[in-house]
């Protein structure tokens, strides 16, 4: 007998990106304690941790010796060089958890975007986050206090070429309302969650319900 119960589906892979300073953190740590069902892709990077941030919840953060190490010994499912500094998506977690249903959500930039679109182009859905103009970027990146005049002209230097990939993308959103652009987020989520590719168990459940 067909029955709906034994519908699976494999998981996916959420990618938020952004010039710096137009939310995708915000935005992802919204959606992390929102919906149980998303893990983030935690990072390892040779940049040094921030205030507040958590060394394994937040990034993990590693010497270059140690990052160019676990590059030869093929540990990254991609990895690039940001404003001078290395990151990279561990492999081992994502490929089991996906195969097992598990969603990752992913704050990577468009180069990470790209390595991860041709190695698993099914699995992964691509979101831009555009600020509502760039002096409100500005804005919100001296406001978040996190960063010296010199490395937030460096991030306003690099906008526009981030800006730039964003045809790179399934779906771009600007970022002008914070609660409107999670509600959207959450609205694409939930309808990629329903795809036809992702769902495994569709063809024995549909083949059930003509022989039934
Ligand atoms: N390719 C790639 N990019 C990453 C990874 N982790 C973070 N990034 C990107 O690196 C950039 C800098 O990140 P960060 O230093 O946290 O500063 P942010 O721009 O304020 O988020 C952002 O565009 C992130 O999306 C990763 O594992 N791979
Ligand atoms: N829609 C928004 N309106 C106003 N401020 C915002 C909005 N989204 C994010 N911010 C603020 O802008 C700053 C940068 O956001 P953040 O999420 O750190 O960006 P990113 O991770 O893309 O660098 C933070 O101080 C955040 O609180």
Same mark, same amino acid.
């Given at each position: 007998?067909?029955?709906? !119960?034994?519908?699976?589906?494999?998981?996916?892979? &959420?990618?938020?990106?952004?010039?710096?300073?137009?939310?995708?953190?915000?935005?992802?740590?919204?959606?992390?304690?929102?919906?149980?069902?998303?893990?983030?892709?935690?990072?390892?990077? =040779?940049? +040094? +941790?921030?205030?507040?941030?958590?060394?394994?919840?937040?990034? %993990?953060?590693?010497?270059?010796?140690?990052?160019?190490? @676990?590059?030869?010994?093929?540990?990254?499912?991609? /990895?690039?060089?940001? #404003?001078?500094?290395?990151?990279?998506?561990?492999?081992?977690?994502?490929?089991?958890?996906?195969?097992?249903?598990? $969603?990752?959500? &992913?704050?990577? !930039? /468009?180069?990470?975007?790209?390595?991860?679109?041709?190695? @698993?182009?099914? !699995?992964?859905?691509?979101? #831009?986050?555009? +600020?509502?103009?760039? $002096?409100?970027? *500005?804005? *919100?990146?001296?406001? *978040?206090? =996190?960063?010296?005049?010199?490395? %937030?002209?460096? *991030?306003?230097?690099?906008?526009?070429?981030?800006?730039?990939? /964003?045809?790179?993308?399934?779906?771009? %959103?600007?970022?002008?309302?914070?609660?409107?652009? #999670?509600?959207?987020?959450?609205?694409?989520?939930?309808?990629?969650? @329903?795809?036809?590719?992702?769902?495994?168990?569709?063809?024995?459940?549909?083949?059930?319900?003509? =022989?039934?």
């Amino acid at each position: 007998m067909a029955s709906p !119960d034994t519908l699976q589906r494999r998981g996916l892979m &959420f990618i938020l990106s952004s010039p710096s300073g137009a939310g995708k953190t915000t935005i992802a740590r919204k959606l992390l304690a929102h919906d149980a069902e998303i893990r983030m892709s935690v990072s390892v990077t =040779t940049r +040094p +941790p921030r205030p507040g941030e958590v060394d394994g919840q937040d990034y %993990i953060f590693a010497s270059q010796a140690e990052f160019d190490r @676990m590059v030869e010994d093929g540990q990254f499912l991609e /990895w690039a060089t940001v #404003f001078g500094n290395s990151y990279g998506t561990p492999k081992a977690q994502v490929k089991a958890g996906i195969r097992e249903g598990q $969603d990752f959500l &992913f704050d990577i !930039d /468009w180069q990470g975007t790209q390595q991860l679109y041709q190695k @698993m182009e099914t !699995d992964v859905v691509r979101v #831009f986050l555009l +600020p509502p103009s760039i $002096d409100e970027l *500005r804005r *919100r990146l001296t406001g *978040r206090g =996190t960063d010296p005049a010199e490395v %937030i002209q460096s *991030r306003m230097d690099r906008a526009r070429a981030e800006i730039s990939h /964003w045809d790179g993308y399934d779906y771009v %959103i600007v970022n002008d309302d914070i609660e409107a652009c #999670f509600a959207k987020v959450c609205e694409i989520l939930a309808a990629e969650r @329903m795809k036809r590719a992702r769902q495994t168990g569709l063809i024995g459940f549909v083949r059930g319900l003509m =022989t039934d």
